[in-house]
C-alpha cells in the first residue's frame, strides 16, 4: 500500500529515546499529582463497562465555571494535540497558508502538510527571543483566507509574543491558532473569545498530569461546534476526565508548582549567565541555550536534555535535578 505523497514525504514525529538519571527532555512538571488516591476512588465509582460521556460535560463544566466561559465554548480531548488536529482539519484545506514561527512545535507543520495545506515558516530572533510578530503581520496582510499558529511562550525557545500581540493578529483577517501550553509560566490570562480566535491550553504541564493527556480549547460557541464536526467522539476517558475535574477544585496546586518552577527557572537562568552561558530568553518551563556541552556530553553525566539543529533544551526540574545540570556546565 502506498500512502499519499505528502505524507510518503514526511518523517514521523519522534523523540529520541535514551535513559539518564536525570531526565530534563520534555518540558514535564517535576512534580507529580498528589491527588491520585482521591482521583482513583472516584473513577472507581464509575462503571467501567459504559462509555464515558459524550459530551465530556462534567469536565466542560468545571472549566467554564474555572474560566468564566460557557460550556458550548469549550472543547476537551485526549492531549491539546488532539485539538490542534481536529482545529487543522476544520480550517485548513489544500492551498490554504498557514503562517507560524521557525523553531517552533514540530506538530505544526506536519498537520499543516497533511491537510494539504502550505507552510508559511518565519524565522525568529534568537537574540530577543520574542516571536516575529512584524513579520508575521506583514505576510498575513498579504495572504487571503491564513491561517497562522502561533505558540508563546515557544516551544523550543521560550520566548512569548509582544503585547496585544494577539490583537494584531486578528486584525489581519487570518484565524489564529493559539498554543498555551506554557502560559502559565509566563503568568499570562486567557484572551477574551472570538471567532477567528482558538485557544489552546494543556494539562499536561502545571497541572503535572502529562501522563493522563488531557486538554481543552475555548473559543466562541459558534467556532467550537465547526471544530466539533472534526473532533474524534470519546477521545477522553474517564480516569483523565475524572482526574482533571479533580484538579481543577485545587487550583492552589497548580499555582504553588507555577510558583516553585518559575522561582528555579530563574535562578538557573542566573547560574548559566554567570557561566557565560548563551540563553535564550525564556518565559516558560524550560530554557533553551547554547553551549561547548553536547547533547552527549550530558548524558554521559548522567542528564538527559533535548537536542535540537544549533542549540539545546533543558527542561526546568526539582532543585536537586537542576544542580545536576549546572554542575555538567562547570
Keep these: 500500500m502506498t500512502a499519499r505523497a505528502a505524507v510518503a514525504a514526511m518523517t514521523a514525529y519522534a523523540l529520541e529515546l535514551r535513559e539518564a538519571e536525570v531526565k530534563l527532555n520534555q518540558n514535564e512538571s517535576p512534580f507529580d499529582f498528589p491527588l491520585k488516591a482521591e482521583a482513583l476512588a472516584r473513577v472507581a465509582e464509575r462503571a467501567w463497562n459504559l462509555y464515558p460521556d459524550f459530551e465530556s460535560l462534567t469536565l466542560r463544566n468545571a472549566l467554564a465555571k474555572a474560566y468564566g466561559f460557557d460550556a458550548d465554548e469549550i472543547l476537551v480531548g485526549n492531549g491539546s494535540n488532539e485539538l490542534l488536529a481536529a482545529a487543522v482539519g476544520a480550517f485548513v484545506g489544500p492551498g490554504t497558508p498557514v503562517v507560524f514561527a521557525r523553531p517552533t512545535f514540530a506538530l505544526y507543520e506536519k498537520l499543516v502538510t497533511i491537510a ?16 516575529p510578530l512584524d513579520a ?22 521560550g520566548g512569548v509574543l509582544p503585547e496585544h500581540g494577539l490583537e494584531q493578529l486578528l486584525a489581519t483577517g487570518a484565524t489564529v491558532l493559539f498554543d498555551r501550553a506554557y502560559g502559565d ?15 489552546f491550553s494543556t494539562f499536561s504541564k502545571a497541572w503535572g498530569l502529562a501522563a493522563l493527556r488531557v486538554g481543552w480549547l475555548a473559543s466562541t460557541a459558534a467556532t467550537c461546534r ?47 549567565r554567570v557561566l557565560r552561558i548563551e540563553v535564550f530568553p525564556t518565559r516558560a518551563n524550560f530554557i533553551a541555550f547554547r553551549s ?21 533544551r533543558v527542561s526546568v526540574g526539582t532543585r536537586e535535578e537542576n544542580d545536576r545540570f549546572l554542575e555538567c556546565l562547570t
Design 185 to 199: 509560566f509566563a503568568l499570562d490570562t486567557l484572551p477574551p473569545l472570538h471567532d477567528r480566535l482558538v485557544t
Design 226 to 272: 465547526e471544530i466539533r464536526k472534526v473532533k474524534l467522539p470519546y477521545s477522553l476517558n474517564i480516569v483523565s476526565e475524572t482526574t482533571a475535574a479533580l484538579a481543577l477544585e485545587h487550583r492552589n496546586l497548580r499555582d504553588v508548582n507555577v510558583a516553585r518552577i518559575i522561582a528555579e527557572r530563574e535562578r538557573v537562568l542566573a547560574a548559566m
Design 292 to 312: 561547548p556541552i553536547t547533547f552527549e556530553d550530558f548524558l554521559a553525566r548522567g542528564v538527559l536534555v533535548r537536542k535540537y539543529a544549533g542549540f539545546l
Design 116 to 131: 494539504g495545506g502550505l507552510p508559511v515558516p518565519l524565522d525568529l530572533d534568537p537574540a530577543t527571543g520574542l516571536l
Design 136 to 157: 508575521m503581520v506583514d505576510t498575513l496582510t498579504n495572504l487571503r483566507g491564513a491561517v497562522v499558529i502561533v505558540c508563546s511562550p515557544n516551544n523550543p525557545t
